[in-house]
């Protein structure tokens, strides 16, 4: 049986954030700089799975500033191997709609998007199945970094961007907040390993309260 521990990553954690995305870079995931990543702690938007004190996974809401409002993309999603086959990226991506429906409601569902490489087969499949849907195009602060893609020209007709882009409905973020609420601590992988997970997030009362009147 493997421990781990869900948190909110703190500003502490920033530099072992930024080696973890080093250390584990994968090619369906955008870089970040030490900067985003830094802001996105800042706003207690970074997830972690740690074992003894190591992140073993990590994600987050890494916000865009336009226009006085923030738009949302979900992103930087890491599970390592270890770890893959027991739903961590699914218990990220509802931790993440909790967090949006408890400080950042207005953002919700119109500004939150996120995009996924098409043959990254198990995050189209995790993310369709969480209730997102692919869209044609995002709100444009989404899309500025498409300006200067240099796989632009090579698109395939109708196609606005090389990631497949995802968008979300009020209905599909309440069923993620019951997932969440719901989601087993025991958690059995089709290998047969094993694993426990202590989630310290949204345990206070007033946010338990607030989560429960949204599946209400
Ligand atoms: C995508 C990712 C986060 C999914 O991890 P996860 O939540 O553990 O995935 P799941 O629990 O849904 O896994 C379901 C099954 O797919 C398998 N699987 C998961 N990720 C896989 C991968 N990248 N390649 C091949 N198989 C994978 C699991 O082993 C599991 O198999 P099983 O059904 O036989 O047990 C993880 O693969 C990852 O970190 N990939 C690299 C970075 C990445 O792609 N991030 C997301 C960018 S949008």
Redesign the pocket.
Known sequence: MMDITLRRAEHSDIPGIVAFYERES?P??LRRSAREVANAVDLGAIFLFLERNQIVAASGAFAIHFREELYFEY?G???TRP????????IFTSARFCFGVLFYPESIPDRVYTF?KPD?A??NE?IKGRGFSLRETAPNPYMRPCGTCKSRASLPPGRRCCYNIYGIDMEAIRRNVRYFLEASAERT???GMRLEITSTLFRDARQRAILHSVIA
């Open positions: 994968d369906n995931i992103g999603t890491i599970v770890f893959r086959g027991f739903d961590l990226q699914d996924i990254n198990p995050s995790n992988s089709s290998k």
